[in-house]
């Protein structure tokens, strides 16, 4: 990093000046293809994955090869093995799996969203079947099951942890909604829901500074995509940052600073835009404060400075749209169909 870029940029922000960049096909070649951790539900369809960077843990929503074979798939990013399935078994609680929708763009596949709980040693996963699946890591089951009353799937995810309190999204219901849920009481608080016409819900965080969720909200024919703000005790939304392009997935860098999927960064004070990217289509993104770079979950792995918010270029992999990076060793995992879960290490400099 240059150092020229840490003198003017914090200038370029409180002037209120955005940044542009425009994204190109530009290859990093720092990085390398270092293992493939194989799994053996092949990845037929899969949706998110979370990192614990405490217990160097991966958590990866996999919904298996058919109807009721979801599951969550364990990896330690420490040895880069697999190491257990929740459920172990089709005799206990699991998920959805792949599922044909009832109804065009109802999704009933899981698992979907998943976050992890450190101090209750938890995960929260959101399910098919509109519920959230609450899984004990000591006893490596699902424990509890809470309903979100739709009939599409329960979705993304995100944790308050001053409140204890769970945000989930029900996208493809009509219409679409968020549910709060007590980490406590594993019962549900209450629900905000969009106007109909709004066309899906996206990536929620926790904003440890203001104490709101924020959440990418897709933009349709008649609206602008956003980036909204939730408090979460009163389950009201307190701001609507419009944000000129559709985003998916969203992820909280340093000083207060939001990247959307579609390479929007704004201030997650004020949704002030401060820089702007062209970026190819994707969903999860991932912020490694280890490295101070957002990486993006495509075929082509879009890797965007925090300290400038400019593209930097692309990691290729034959994956999809998930990721996670351990910050301890700065290491990309990238889940990809028929294949397992590609790491990724930058090359020492």
């Known amino acids: 990093m240059q150092p020229t870029k840490l003198l003017t940029i914090p200038l370029l922000v409180l002037s209120g000046i955005s940044l542009c960049g425009v994204a190109s096909t ?18 037929q369809s899969f949706d998110i994955a979370w990192i614990d ?15 009721g074979q979801g599951r969550v798939d364990v990896i330690s990013t420490y040895a880069n093995v697999f190491l257990f399935r929740v459920p172990s078994s089709s005799a206990e609680t699991g998920f959805a799996g792949i599922v044909p929708a009832p109804t065009p763009g109802c999704n009933v596949g899981g698992p979907n969203g998943v976050v992890a709980i450190p101090l209750m040693n938890q995960l ?10 609450v899984v004990d890591l000591a006893a490596r089951a699902v424990v509890a099951v809470i309903s979100t009353g739709g009939k599409c799937r329960a979705d993304e995810l ?4 001053l409140d204890h309190i769970i945000m989930i999204t029900n996208p493809s219901d009509n219409p679409p909604y968020l549910t709060f849920i ?8 209450g629900k905000y829901t969009y106007p109909s016409t709004q066309s899906g819900l996206e990536q929620p965080v926790w904003n440890p500074q ?33 944000i000129g392009c559709s985003p998916a997935g969203l992820a909280l860098g340093p000083l207060q600073r939001i990247m959307t999927s579609c390479g929007t960064a704004i201030d997650a004070r004020n949704g002030n835009i401060l ?3 062209t970026l190819s289509a994707g969903d999860e993104i991932w912020f490694n404060p280890g490295n101070n770079l957002y990486y993006f979950g495509n075929a082509n792995l879009g890797v965007i400075d925090a300290e400038t918010n400019q593209f930097l270029g692309n990691v ?9 990076v351990d910050s301890n060793t700065n290491y990309i995992y990238a889940p990809t169909t028929a294949v397992g879960i590609q790491v990724f290490a930058p090359n020492r400099q």
């Open 124 to 133: 929260y996963v959101g399910d098919g079947d509109s519920t959230v699946k």
């Open 316 to 324: 290729t992999t034959s994956g999809g749209h998930a990721l996670a």
């Open 26 to 43: 530009q290859v990093l070649s720092n990085y390398q293809l270092v293992t493939t951790i194989p799994m053996d539900t092949n990845l």
């Open 158 to 161: 995100a944790y308050d942890p």
């Open 210 to 242: 203001t104490s709101r969720f924020l959440i990418s909200v897709p933009g349709a024919s008649a609206t602008q995509g956003s980036v909204d703000e939730f408090e979460p005790l009163t389950m009201t939304m307190t701001n609507s940052y419009k």
């Open 53 to 67: 960077q405490d217990s160097q843990r991966l958590y990866l929503a996999d919904r298996g090869n058919g109807r």
């Open 275 to 277: 820089a702007t990217n």
């Open 182 to 189: 007590s980490a406590d009481s594993q019962t549900v608080l």
